[in-house]
């Protein structure tokens, strides 16, 4: 049987081009922030603003998918379990952040979209350590 | 699933990497179907037996309960 070595993989489906997308994607989003909260911003000036987050989000979710395209049968598993583990949890995030606005008065200097945006990451990796461990 | 991936790993003398190399998976999912804690998929097992010459219930060995 011959031996095939396998292909070398472009820059997009090396795992580090994804890790510097996903970076880029936040130190964007801090900029953005940042941007917003000078004042004298004109409404379409801020729109763009918060819109320019979704050009490091696109080039990440390329990388990201291909990084998955690129995964062998048991990481492709290990990836969708975290997603199994990450996905309801959010929704309860959410869910529970909804029903306890309506129960408490809760500030939106910590609760906003702009800190909640953080724990599906967090869910996401805490999925892939679990998930990881049951095949180690 | 019993295997016995790992003896015969060993009798070719490769490592975990160099096997993984030569199916095209990572060095984990080698370890994973060795420690039986991964069940290779149909596709992938048939890729083993024809690696190792071998038929697959050879290889691989089902435990029916």
Known sequence: MTVRPQQEKSIVQRPAF?????????????????????????????ILVALLPAIPCGLFLWAFMRNIQNLDELERKVQMEAFAFAFP???????????????????????????????????YFAGLAIAWRRYK | MKTKLRLLRAEQGWSQGELAERLGVSRQTVNAIETEKYEPSLTLAFKIARLFEMKLEDIFQPEFE
């Open chain 1, 18 to 46: 994804g890790i510097i997308a996903g970076a880029l994607w936040v130190a964007v989003y801090m900029i953005s922030r940042m941007i917003l909260k000078t004042p004298d911003l004109g409404q379409t000036t801020k």
């Open chain 1, 89 to 123: 949890l959010t929704i309860f995030l959410l869910m529970l952040l909804g029903l306890l606005q309506l129960a408490v008065e809760l500030s939106p200097d910590n609760w906003s979209y702009r800190h909640v945006w953080a724990f599906p990451p967090v869910f």
